[in-house]
């Protein structure tokens, strides 16, 4: 085993062991301190209520998934594709870009209302929430990665006769990934936030639906357990982003 495996099996392994000790010890306080299941259910309890049916936990999650997955690649597309045109023109990114920062300002919460009114319930609302949530830090964090490209680089390029093409594909946007696998890990956490956003304001199916609906009756092993597998989405969409990040970045430093 190389070095660089040596020490990702040793990082994901202690990783592991915390998170085990972790539930460990929220098993062994729960049991020892005699909590009332309606304040805090042990793990054990709260991995027994997805054998409740009625529940669809599949269905729901589904419905979760769909929603925070198509946010953030929608939110990706825009905000890597508005870079690149802003980089290209940069009077364009003079007129719109503090315009995205004032619509960005607007509480997502309040926007939730009207996707209501202008798209109904369904899954659509809840994707445009959760995208235009992620969608400005990738913008942001792309733009600027497309700016900090050496100058004296891409005079060079320039002064061969490069084009505008070759110079995107061969020096911009290599230079830029790390900027943007940066603010494609912050979308990919606010991607979760959105969707649910989008399901506690008004839908029909979801976790968040779900959380909504086990409220009234006081059942937190299933709303804690809706949370779990809200975190365990966002970290498989997170996972997803690390190893996109490793093939395209990692991998190209090492074939330099």
């Not at 972790?22 to 991995?47: C, M, N, Y």
């Not at 002064?159 to 911009?172: A, D, E, P, V």
């Not at 506690?200 to 059942?219: C, H, K, N, P, T």
């Amino acid at each position: 085993m190389t070095g660089d495996g040596a020490r990702a099996s040793r990082s994901f392994a202690i990783i592991l062991i915390v998170h085990l000790a972790v539930l460990v010890l929220w098993q062994v306080a729960v049991d020892a301190f005699h909590v009332p299941k309606f304040i805090l259910p042990s793990p054990l309890a709260t991995v027994q209520t997805l054998g409740t049916a009625s529940y669809s936990w599949g269905a729901n999650t589904l419905v979760t998934a769909i929603e925070i997955v198509g946010g953030f690649a929608l939110g990706a597309f825009v905000g890597v594709a508005l870079a690149v045109i802003f980089s290209w023109a940069p009077l364009l990114s003079l007129m719109l870009l503090p315009l995205f920062v004032t619509l960005n300002m607007i509480p997502k919460v309040a926007l939730g209302p009207l996707f209501i009114v202008w798209f109904s319930y369904g899954i659509v609302p809840n994707i445009l929430i959760a995208f235009s949530i992620c969608f400005f830090p990738i913008l942001l964090t792309t733009a600027r990665g497309l700016r900090e490209v050496e100058p004296d680089l891409l005079d060079l390029v320039r002064s061969l006769r490069g084009s505008r093409w070759t110079l995107f594909r061969k020096i911009q946007l290599p230079g830029s990934l790390p900027y943007v696998f940066s603010g494609m890990k912050v979308g990919a956490i606010l991607a979760v936030a959105g969707a649910i956003v989008g399901e506690f304001i008004a839908s029909e199916r979801g976790l968040g639906y779900l959380m909504i609906q086990v409220q009234s009756s006081l059942d937190t092993p299933a709303m804690v357990m809706a949370v779990v597998l809200l975190t365990l989405l966002g970290v498989a969409l997170y996972g997803l982003v690390l190893v996109l990040e490793r093939m395209f970045v990692v991998g190209d430093a090492r074939q330099t």
